[in-house]
Each structure stands twice: as structure tokens, then as C-alpha cells.
T-cell receptor
Framework: EDQVTQSPEALRLQEGESSSLNCSYTVSGLRGLFWYRQDPGKGPEFLFTLYSAGEEKEKERLKATLTKKESFLHITAPKPEDSATYLC?????????FGQGTTLQVKP | DGGITQSPKYLFRKEGQNVTLSCEQNLNHDAMYWYRQDPGQGLRLIYY???????QKGDIAEGYSVSREKKESFPLTVTSAQKNPTAFYLCASSFPGQGGNQPQHFGDGTRLSIL
């Protein structure tokens, strides 16, 4: 069965304290792995697409990496405005399968 | 600016009532999707449409119906058969892809509650 698991469920960081979010997946034939940011009461905002193991994408303080079994979203020197829920999704059999998300809180 | 517009932002349903959620996009995307998001759960796919006049059931289609008469529009009806409709509903769209290799772009959701 295709499955996506994100960890941890919640993460609290001090401003400037770097960390990583994990997205583990089992899927028959990965078509793509997608990262989204979701603010409370809003729809998910697309961040990155990764298609093959070894691929990396960066945007400001965020860097996404991909292996054959998992993806990491590295957050370098986070700021309070990076606080949000981060969702991971994998593309398989014509649709996206979403993980439950990691809620990140960055304290000043 | 191109984007996806969902309306209304908040919706209240009475017992036995059908309600329709609107989703319009001007991104020129062929594919459109409806998801349901509940606290502590990931997004669950209700219905999707890859092309006008065609749509498929997702993982939790019971109690819902859709239509796709125009490329830009994909309304979702929550029927009285859906016994637990309270949730955050998200509409998304994408370019057509090969088995889910295209990112989906989302609207800002409709929150549905029971009166």
C-alpha cells in the first residue's frame, strides 16, 4: 500500500536553530515528491518538486533533498515567519498521497 | 494574477440539506481536485477530474457529488448522505501529468460546519 509518513508531528525551535523535517514514503513507482507549506486557515502553498534520488532544491532558508526512501526539508536559521505546517506528498497512480504534516513553531 | 478561488470561505449546513462549494481557476489547468482536511489527518481525496465532462471518485467519495462542465470550474456538492461533513475543504488544480508527477496548486479552502 502506498504510504507517506512525516516526522516529527510537531517541532519547536528557537529563532536561528536549524533542523530537519522527515518524509518517509513507500510507493510503487515514485512520480514525484512535493513539499507544501500551510498556514492556519489557508490552503497549502507549493514549495518544491523532487523527481529523483540525489536531487536537491533550495528556496531562501529551506532546502529539500530526496533519497529512494525519504525526503528531508532542512530549515537553516529559521525565523518566526517560518512557523507553519509543512506537508509532504508523493505522486503515484495518478494522484497525490499526503502525509499528515509537521507543525513547526519558531520562537523569537 | 492567476489562481484558484474557493467560495464561500465559511458555510453552514442544516440537517438534510445539500450544499455546494464553488471552485474556479484561471491557471489554464486541465486537472482539478477536491480534498477534505480534518484535524490531525492528511488531505484525503474526494473527487478529481482530468478533463472537462469527466471525473473519477477518490478515496472518500461517498456523500459527495461533482460536475465538470467548464475547464475553469469544478463545484462540489455535499449531500445529506454525508453524515459527518464538518471539515475544511480544499480545491486544487494542476497541469495533466503522468500518474501524479505534476504539483497541485490549492485554493484557500471552505470551512463547512453543521448547524
Amino acid at each position: 500500500e502506498d504510504q507517506v509518513t512525516q516526522s516529527p508531528e510537531a517541532l519547536r525551535l528557537q529563532e536561528g536553530e536549524s533542523s530537519s523535517l522527515n518524509c518517509s514514503y513507500t510507493v510503487s513507482g515514485l512520480r514525484g515528491l512535493f513539499w507544501y507549506r500551510q498556514d492556519p486557515g489557508k490552503g497549502p502553498e507549493f514549495l518544491f518538486t523532487l523527481y529523483s534520488a540525489g536531487e536537491e532544491k533550495e528556496k531562501e532558508r529551506l532546502k529539500a533533498t530526496l533519497t529512494k526512501k525519504e525526503s528531508f526539508l532542512h530549515i537553516t536559521a529559521p525565523k518566526p515567519e517560518d512557523s507553519a505546517t509543512y506537508l509532504c506528498a508523493v505522486g503515484a497512480t495518478g494522484k497525490l498521497i499526503f502525509g499528515q504534516g509537521t507543525t513547526l513553531q519558531v520562537k523569537p | 494574477d492567476g489562481g484558484i478561488t474557493q467560495s464561500p470561505k465559511y458555510l453552514f449546513r442544516k440537517e438534510g440539506q445539500n450544499v455546494t462549494l464553488s471552485c474556479e481557476q484561471n491557471l489554464n489547468h486541465d486537472a482539478m481536485y477536491w480534498y477534505r482536511q480534518d484535524p490531525g489527518q492528511g488531505l484525503r481525496l474526494i473527487y478529481y477530474s482530468q478533463i472537462v465532462n469527466d471525473f473519477q471518485k477518490g478515496d472518500i467519495a461517498e456523500g459527495y457529488s461533482v460536475s465538470r462542465e467548464k475547464k475553469e470550474s469544478f463545484p462540489l456538492t455535499v449531500t445529506s448522505a454525508q453524515k459527518n461533513p464538518t471539515a475544511f475543504y480544499l480545491c486544487a488544480s494542476s497541469f495533466p501529468g503522468q500518474g501524479g508527477n505534476q504539483p497541485q496548486h490549492f485554493g484557500d479552502g471552505t470551512r463547512l460546519s453543521i448547524l
